[in-house]
């Protein structure tokens, strides 16, 4: 719920310049991941060992999963977020799921997107860019998704999970159709 225009309400206008202060100095370290914010452009390897990077993907509003073959909540969502992909194949977002994964379990990943069937743009980032990635979005656990829009910025750094009913809402709302 950490939103640019809660964030605001700290600036110099605050009635309370005291907590406005506190506020600032508590959270100050999270502020690259409000609203409009260019997301880090983070290397990205696929299945096929072909390297990415997450700025490759503009054009189309990016719906960013981070997830491990070792999480259950990761892997509860995968039946959601496949419906979600087949909803909306050939509107303007593109599903992008990231692995945080280990390097040691590479072979494992690769082998869990093929017997899952998994659908989308399969990914991982090597500890580095996991590191930039979760210093960025402030990702304590997963699975987490974010939003960004078609320049690569960020929309929604905590979006509403594919099981969540309110992402139909929001990606309806992107595309220009009614719910």
């Known amino acids: 719920d950490f939103t640019k225009k809660l964030y605001n309400k700290f600036d110099s206008h605050c009635p309370y310049p005291g907590l406005a202060r506190q506020v600032k100095e508590k959270y100050h370290h999270l502020e690259g ?3 409009g914010n260019p997301a880090p452009d983070i290397s ?3 299945a ?3 390297s990415k990077k997450l700025s490759d993907y503009r054009g189309k509003y990016l719906y960013i999963d981070c997830w491990a073959t070792w999480c259950g909540p990761c892997i ?7 419906s979600l992909e087949q909803e909306y ?3 303007n977002i593109t599903f992008i799921s990231i692995s945080f994964d280990d390097r040691k379990d590479n072979e494992k990943w690769k082998k869990f997107i ?6 989308g743009i399969q990914v991982k980032v090597d500890s580095l860019n996991k590191e930039r990635l979760s210093k960025a979005f402030n990702i304590q656990q997963i699975p987490r998704f974010i939003l960004l829009d078609p320049r690569g910025n960020i929309m929604n750094a905590n979006a509403p ?4 009913k309110k992402i139909k809402s929001v990606f309806d709302g992107l595309i220009g159709e009614k719910t």
């Open 89 to 91: 194949k050939g509107k």
């Open 161 to 164: 999970k594919p099981s969540d």
């Open 33 to 35: 991941m409000l609203e």
């Open 114 to 119: 093929k017997d899952r069937n998994l659908s």
């Open 76 to 82: 509860a969502e995968f039946p959601s977020l496949k």
């Open 48 to 50: 096929s060992e072909e």
């Open 44 to 46: 990205l390897v696929n």
